[in-house]
């Protein structure tokens, strides 16, 4: 039943009316009709079919048709005008329990206040008790509302959230009771960042593994215990929602509990257009309310005329319509990745020697390994001066005879200096495998500055690629001002790579790499480890590189050793 979902629409429509300061009589009358709509007994969509929405108390013509066309199409026109029209601050405002739509038009306009941010300043700094109708007792209120809004929505970055849940899952799955068990939500799309940890569990007895979860040592609090589903605080802070379903309804369940919301919103109205209804236990006929598959979501998209879709593409962007045409990407694997392109040593600030990093590798299955220490400009690390760089391959090179087949590859980490020139000339970054340019100080300053400096690095013939390319580091700082546009372009035109960079930083952001990957760039991944254990990171750039539809033809990393020199090479020997 969507009649919850249809209510929510008409109670916002009412909002935004009072805020806009409409009439009361129209504010009242949709807020009327989303009462009786949350109070129906039936079905509304079985309402709408029969053609009785007008006969639901306080529903109207114009009324009727707003609920048909959402329920159709799940949009409403007249919605997302008035979102268009009324101040965004003030709808941004009433997004704090507690706060109507008169109390944040006030404060947005008598204070300005444009964020909850901002609105728990204006409460701390005392200035909201004169309004009127405020007072010091409603302001402590907000204060506390706003504070509680902003914790909430706080979000904790992919490589804090993933671990936490594999260790949930990984201490749950011997248990007898637990036949699967699995990260659902925003960690299986692996989304940059992420809300609540879910963890969907396959079990025939709730309650035991819910026994056995609220005695972990991890845990710290246990929030609520219901019948199947189980929300406990861990003592790194992060909610983890547990839900329990029956075997048989892992599919469904998992396929609605990973999302998106904007993906499962279109896989229900196709479902709907052929004749099912989808919901977490399964995709049931219309006319026979038979179930049709429940147990994998392959089966389940193979009901609608899909292929299975890869969760980190579940985003309503367009992979909906690939899997109907047959032209899914087939995404980057892990086993795919021959190398990392980006690593450091002892040499910089890396805590391991290049000989240690080498044998992980190795350990790892790859078959190459770049070694980027830092050049001397980056201030702090003790990077590579041209004696050191030396040095270091000399050690290369005797250590390569050493590993073969495996091979070490000398590259640089080369710091883009204030200027955009770069720490090395020419003729001597001529001597590395690869270069990658980095910017990591100065950007405070204006983003038309920052651009030129790395287009200027990217127009040096000897440098390969650009590292971390926004400079942002996920959870912790923002990209600094970039025309990024123009970035990618210059990349492209040069035949420069975009790193992707899973240390932390999770750079390029996927949203950028699904637009480089359609303007033709090419991608390099890499761990940016500075330790031999580090070198794992790998998984959060390839999570990135697959958010971001990237193939094997679109990333270096598939090549082998001798590819990737000779893929230098020419431009080394005076291509224009
Ligand atoms: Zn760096
Ligand atoms: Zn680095």
Redesign the pocket.
């Known amino acids: 039943m969507r009649n919850s979902e249809v209510a929510d629409q008409l109670d916002r429509i009412a909002d935004l009316l009072e805020l806009k300061g409409s009439d009361r009589y129209r504010v009242y009358a949709y807020q009327e009709a989303a009462r009786a709509i949350r109070s129906l007994g039936r079905d509304i969509e079985t309402i709408r079919q029969e053609g009785r929405l007008e006969e639901i108390q306080g529903v109207g013509p114009s009324i009727a048709a707003k609920i048909a066309e959402f329920l159709k199409t799940n949009h409403c026109a007249y919605l997302e005008q008035l979102e268009r029209e009324v101040p965004v601050e003030a709808a941004t405002l009433m997004q704090v329990p507690g706060l109507g739509p008169k109390r944040a038009r006030l404060l947005a306009e008598k204070l300005k206040i444009k964020s909850v941010s901002e609105l728990i300043r204006a409460a701390e700094d005392h200035r909201i008790q004169a309004l009127p109708g405020m007072g010091e007792k409603s302001e402590q209120q907000l204060l506390k509302e706003a504070r509680r809004y902003a914790a909430r929505s706080s979000r904790i970055p992919l490589y804090l959230a993933w671990p936490q849940a594999e260790e949930l899952a990984t201490l749950l799955r011997d248990h007898p009771a637990v036949e699967r068990i699995e990260p659902a939500g925003s960690i299986r799309r692996r989304k940059e960042t992420i809300g609540d940890i879910d963890l969907l569990v396959a079990s025939r007895d709730a309650q035991a593994v819910f026994d056995r979860m609220v005695r972990l040592p991890v845990v710290q609090e246990v929030i609520l215990r219901g019948p199947t589903k189980c929300t406990i605080l861990t003592r790194s802070q992060f909610q983890v929602d547990v839900r329990v379903i029956a075997p048989e309804e892992w599919g469904s369940a998992l396929l609605y509990f990973t999302g998106s919301k904007a993906h499962n919103i279109r896989l229900r109205s196709l479902a709907l257009a052929k004749g099912y209804t989808l919901s977490e236990y399964g995709i049931f006929r219309l006319d026979t309310g038979k179930r049709v598959a429940s147990r994998t979501e392959a089966e389940i998209y193979e009901t609608l005329g899909l292929t299975w879709i890869p969760p980190e593409i579940r985003e309503d962007g367009g992979e909906l319509e690939a899997a109907a045409g047959g032209t899914l990407p087939e995404l980057v694997e892990l086993e795919d990745l021959r190398g990392d392109f980006?690593t450091h040593t002892t040499y910089s600030d890396g805590r391991d020697s290049v000989e240690t990093m080498a044998r992980a590798a190795i350990a790892r299955g790859y078959d190459w390994l770049v070694v980027s220490d830092?050049s001397f400009g980056?201030p702090v690390v003790g990077g590579l001066t041209k004696e050191k760089a030396l040095q270091q391959r000399r050690e290369i090179a005797i250590l390569n005879r050493e590993l073969a087949p495996f091979r070490i590859l000398h590259g640089v980490?080369l710091e883009i200096r204030g200027d955009g020139t770069l720490d090395f000339d020419d003729a001597f970054l001529a001597g590395f495998d690869v270069v990658g340019a980095?910017l990591?100080s100065g950007t405070r300053r204006d983003g038309e500055r920052n651009t030129r400096r790395i287009l200027q690095a990217l127009e040096d013939p000897e440098v390969d690629g650009l590292?971390?390319p926004t400079g942002r580091i996920t959870g912790k700082r923002d990209a600094y001002d970039l025309d990024v546009d123009r970035v990618i372009e210059a990349a492209r035109r040069l035949g420069k790579t975009l790193e992707i960079?899973g240390n932390e930083?999770l750079d390029l952001p996927s949203e950028l790499v699904r637009r480089a990957r359609d303007r033709g760039s090419s991608f390099t991944l890499s761990s940016?480890a500075h330790g031999a254990d580090q070198l794992s990171l790998i998984r959060y750039a390839l999570a990135i590189a697959r958010r971001g539809w990237l193939e094997k033809r679109h990333v270096l990393n598939v090549l082998d050793a001798q590819a990737l020199t000779a893929r230098r090479h020419p431009r080394k020997h005076g291509r224009p």
Do not use: A, I, M
């Open positions: 980006h830092h980056l980490e980095s990591h590292n971390h960079d930083r940016d």
